[in-house]
């Protein structure tokens, strides 16, 4: 993919244009576990506050990338890069660049929702307690804030202090995005957000996914082709590792340029 | 990889060819009918406009179950989008060979030895080229074909204007045959009008094959824009 497809993509009609079209730029970027490549050469920007959805079979490396953006990737071993990949013009492998405030910054949400057996008022504000922010009034606040950014006050406001595992799958999936978003992040990650969860829980999330971008740059990677259509303004589609085509969400649905493209997503891949 | 449910899309394409073919049938029956004055030609184009009318049912009502059932995208979508429009024009091609051979039968009828066509033979075969060229283009996603396709539109339009004027000189000159005259002059509007859903299916097939938009202003410049291109 090159600069000026990529520009006449994110510029294309008004509507998406972007704040800045790379916020998130991925740069040569290469990736092995051991002598095993998973990514290859990837080369392409991320807008901001926008929705961009990953897409491809299963083991084309898209939690891989994911993961490559707040370094989930670094404990594994023998796992290492090549190239680069900058958030808002810092790159995440710079070695002044903390882990832990990077993954505040560009936070994630996973398949399987994964709540602390805590309360629901505690794994909203795990983050802050982590960084000892302490003021009862201030964490209240942000609790609330946090679980109606996430769609989920209304469902929970009586019960905070309950523990999160008594929540259904659905509200368990928001419960984390509250999480990812009381840190104030620039980037949330989500992989598969809605794999687990019946299609009220998912139009639920889809709301939420839309209603976010306003303030947070989001990458989503789902397996759901109407779901990256309804919810994503820009598709990349990747195949053993590579890009193969990324554009805007309206071009890739409606007249992708790459066979590859076309055959995977109207079902006709393998 | 193809799934079980793309056999529903060669169905579909499948009765789009067979409600081209049967249509274009009916012009060339409408028009041969005319010229060799054979009433039951023309009776049999009108009885069988009713099948042309089903098929734009069962092909809308295919189309329709396609949408809602697979949620197609990228040029599955487009040949849903195309499908539901060409049936159309398909009819309205059946309806205009309906018109065609009802005018027909009355100038039979009338046992007139009058035999004065014009260019309507040469506007019958140029439609009909139009058209079976058009369905051509759909069956082998050509759309280089179909751009010829609406070049030849504007001739047919300059014969049918053609044929009009030399009518009203005719029905002037022989005021008593006034009524075959306008027969005469709808006929050829109706060829034309054949041209026109022609040229409307040409647009669909190059929507369909290159997501080109070529209907109306952008028809002047063919080929010039795509998506492709960028
Ligand atoms: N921890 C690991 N160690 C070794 N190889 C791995 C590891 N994680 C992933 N891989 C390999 O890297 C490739 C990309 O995997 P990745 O999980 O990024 O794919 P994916 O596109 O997210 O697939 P899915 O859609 O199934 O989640 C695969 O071949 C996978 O087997
Ligand atoms: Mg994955």
Redesign the pocket.
């Given at each position: 993919m090159n600069e000026s497809t990529q520009a006449e993509t994110a510029a294309g009609p008004g509507t998406l244009e972007a704040k800045s079209s790379e916020y998130i730029q991925i740069r040569d970027f290469s990736f092995f576990?051991g002598d095993?490549q998973?990514l290859y050469d990837l080369d392409f920007n991320i807008p901001e506050q926008r929705v961009t959805a990953f897409i491809?079979p299963?083991?084309?490396?898209?939690?891989?990338l994911l993961r490559s953006i707040n370094r989930m990737n670094d404990l594994?071993d023998g796992a290492h890069h090549q190239g680069d990949i900058l958030v808002n013009g810092n790159s995440v492998f710079d070695p002044l660049t903390e882990v832990i405030s990077l993954r505040k910054r560009v936070g994630m949400v996973f398949q399987k929702s994964n709540p602390f057996p805590k309360s629901i008022y505690e794994n909203v504000i795990y983050g802050l307690r982590v960084s000892g922010r302490k003021r009862k009034s201030e964490l209240d606040q942000v609790v609330a804030e946090s679980l109606q950014g996430a769609a989920l006050w209304d469902e929970v406001k009586d019960r905070l202090h309950e523990s999160a595992l008594g929540l259904s799958g659905g509200q368990m999936q928001r419960l984390c995005i509250a999480r990812a978003i009381a840190n104030k992040p620039e980037v949330i990650l989500m992989d598969e957000p809605c794999s687990a969860l019946d299609p009220i829980a998912t139009g639920k999330i889809e709301e939420l996914i839309h209603e976010l971008k306003d303030q947070f740059t989001i990458v989503i990677?789902t397996?759901n082709m109407q779901q990256a259509a309804r919810v994503s303004d820009f598709t990349a589609f990747f195949y053993l590792g590579k890009l193969i085509e990324y554009a805007s969400t309206e071009d890739i649905f409606f007249n992708p340029k790459e066979r590859q493209t076309e055959a995977y997503i109207t079902g006709r891949f393998g | 990889m193809k799934r079980f449910f793309h056999n529903e899309l060669d169905t579909l394409r499948s009765h789009l060819m067979l409600m081209g073919e049967k249509a274009n049938d009916a012009v060339n029956k409408s028009i041969k009918g005319l010229t060799e004055k054979d009433i039951d030609l023309v009776n049999n184009v009108i009885a069988s406009d009713e099948d042309i009318d089903a098929l734009e049912v069962e092909i809308d009502y295919e189309a329709t179950r396609y949408l809602t059932l697979r949620a197609p995208v990228a040029s599955d979508l487009r040949l849903m989008t195309v499908a539901i429009k060409a049936s159309h024009d398909l009819e309205r091609v059946g309806d205009e060979a309906r018109n065609i051979a009802k005018r027909a039968r009355k100038i039979i009828l009338k046992q007139a030895g009058y035999s004065e066509f014009q260019t309507i033979p040469d506007m019958a075969i140029m439609a009909q080229d139009m058209l079976r060229d058009a369905l051509q283009s759909f069956l082998h996603e050509e759309s280089e074909r179909a751009y010829q396709v609406m070049e030849k539109d504007e001739e047919v339009d300059q014969l049918n204007k053609a044929n009009i004027k030399a009518f009203i000189r005719m029905a002037k000159d022989d005021p008593d045959l006034i009524n075959r005259f306008l027969d005469l002059i709808f006929i050829s509007k109706s060829l034309e009008r054949i041209a026109d859903h022609a040229t409307n299916l040409a647009e669909e097939v190059i929507f369909l094959t290159t997501a080109t938009e070529t209907r109306h202003k952008a028809a002047l410049e063919p080929k010039k824009e795509s998506r492709e291109s960028e």
């Open positions: 576990y095993k998973a491809g299963s083991g084309c490396g898209k939690s891989t594994i990677v397996h | -």
